[in-house]
């Protein structure tokens, strides 16, 4: 089993920039998949962005395609969540994810370990 902390969130101006961090422990990082997601005020929580177990491969949101950037270390045991060109909208709670090495990783259904969350909130 895996165990999911974020930190970095915070307050910023639109237009501003974030770096979220997903520090894990327990089993082998690579061992998972990772995703992040986020959940606004009276909204679903939202599937924002997904890396598979390597690396090698990634997903983006259309709300968030070309904005944000998710990248993992496994030596460091920790994925991360580059946010640039924020909008009043990125405003939520941000939760990173891991799904096992054997799931579909682009699929939220897949995600069964989370983190506690990290508010980001983005003023106009």
């Known amino acids: 089993q895996v165990q999911l902390v974020e930190s970095g969130g915070g307050l910023v101006q639109a237009g501003g920039s974030l770096r979220l961090s997903c520090a894990a422990s327990?089993?082998?990082?690579?061992?998972?998949?990772m995703g992040w997601f986020r959940q606004a005020p009276g909204k679903e929580r939202e599937f924002v962005t997904a890396i598979n177990w390597s690396g090698s491969s990634t997903w983006y949101a259309d709300s968030v395609k070309g904005r944000f950037i998710i990248s993992r270390a496994n030596g460091k045991n920790t994925a991360y969540l580059q946010m640039t060109s924020l909008k009043p909208e990125d405003t939520a709670v941000y939760y990173c994810?891991?799904?096992?090495?054997?799931?579909?990783?682009?699929?939220?259904?897949?995600?069964?370990?989370w983190g506690q969350g990290t508010q980001v909130t983005v003023s106009s």
């Open positions: 994810a891991a799904a096992d090495i054997g799931t579909s990783w682009a699929s939220r259904g897949a995600y069964y370990y």
């Open positions: 327990g089993r082998t990082f690579s061992s998972y998949h």
